[in-house]
């Protein structure tokens, strides 16, 4: 039978605004009927076509997330009690979160705060990687603007192949609806530490601005990102030092800075790529959401 490519693209797009949905409300009482309702889909078929789509039950992903977000927070905002990190990701109870914890993980939240990740996780497969230095950068703490963006994603893993196929699919869709324009902003989202998350799940996010009348669209997805208060540090390089000079923000900037990651996903805002700078690099902006400890 004949495959529908633009069909495919749209069940993607729709299983992505749940994705999105589920992102942005972690913290609240989430069950199935909201979740498919974001996604325009009933709940009866939602739960088949999200879980033939991510290869997870939406109860499953849910959980995932909201545990390997508390991972993260255990790790990286040593301000907040676990009780306070548990009632942040939706959890109802310290008592049930240390349950699901234990049982994912297989370490307590406590000796996973005080060991961090490496306790429970395997390091990532490209360890060569993680073991060169980091990519120091200056930076400097900056008010960002909110962005409204399309985007489409990769749910399996920072790898360059399935990231660039992310990014032509959203260039195309831009493309023929004239939103490629000198003020357009392109953005990528990293939601996941492949130290916590396993690597074939990490989310990324291909994003571009789009005008905030732009509401729902069939084949992309569609988020705000939201402004306030980001280091800010410009990288010029390839590919893989990115990884790198996000180990320098966490490993070496933030400690002695005064400040914790704040509540919000990081990104990256392209200001070149290879074809358009003269030395062949990326030139970046990391963006990592901060408050003060």
């Known amino acids: 039978m004949h495959r529908d490519s633009r069909s495919e693209q749209i069940y993607k797009s729709r299983v992505d605004a749940a994705i999105i949905f589920i992102n942005e409300h972690l913290a609240d009482d989430l069950n199935l009927e909201r979740v498919a309702q974001a996604a325009h889909f009933s709940p009866f078929h939602f739960h088949r076509i999200f879980t033939m789509t991510v290869g997870e039950t939406p109860h499953e992903f849910m959980n995932r997330v909201r545990l390997e977000k508390a991972a993260n927070m255990l790790v990286k905002m040593g301000a907040l009690s676990i009780t306070e990190i548990a009632l942040a990701c939706g959890f109802s109870s310290s008592a049930t979160f240390a349950r699901s914890f234990k049982k994912h993980f297989g370490v307590t939240a406590s000796a996973y705060r005080e060991h961090g990740a490496g306790l429970?996780?395997?390091?990532?497969?490209?360890?060569?990687?993680?073991?060169?230095?980091?990519?120091?950068?200056?930076?400097?703490?900056?008010?960002?603007?909110?962005?409204?963006?399309?985007?489409?994603?990769?749910?399996?893993?920072?790898?360059?192949?399935?990231?660039?196929?992310?990014?032509?699919?959203?260039?195309?869709?831009?493309?023929?609806?004239?939103?490629?324009?000198?003020?357009?902003?392109?953005?990528?989202?990293?939601?996941?530490?492949?130290?916590?998350?396993?690597?074939?799940?990490?989310?990324?996010?291909?994003?571009?601005?789009?005008?905030?009348?732009?509401?729902?669209?069939?084949?992309?997805?569609?988020?705000?990102?939201?402004?306030?208060?980001?280091?800010?540090?410009?990288?010029?390089?390839?590919?893989?030092?990115?990884?790198?000079?996000?180990?320098?923000?966490?490993?070496?900037?933030?400690?002695g800075s005064g400040y914790q990651p704040a509540d919000l996903p990081c990104y990256e805002l392209y200001h070149a790529t290879p074809d358009t700078d003269p030395d062949g690099n990326f030139v970046v902006d990391i963006c990592i959401p901060v408050t003060p400890l």
Request: one cysteine or more.
């Open 120 to 255: 429970s996780t395997p390091a990532p497969a490209a360890h060569d990687r993680w073991s060169e230095p980091t990519v120091p950068l200056d930076v400097e703490i900056k008010t960002m603007p909110r962005f409204h963006v399309a985007c489409v994603s990769n749910l399996e893993g920072y790898g360059l192949d399935l990231i660039h196929k992310a990014w032509r699919t959203l260039c195309r869709w831009a493309d023929v609806r004239d939103l490629i324009t000198p003020e357009a902003k392109m953005l990528g989202i990293s939601f996941d530490d492949p130290w916590i998350t396993p690597q074939d799940k990490c989310r990324y996010y291909a994003c571009i601005t789009v005008p905030e009348g732009m509401t729902f669209d069939h084949t992309v997805g569609l988020m705000d990102i939201e402004g306030g208060k980001y280091a800010v540090g410009r990288l010029a390089g390839q590919p893989r030092e990115i990884q790198l000079a996000f180990r320098f923000f966490y490993g070496d900037w933030l400690p």
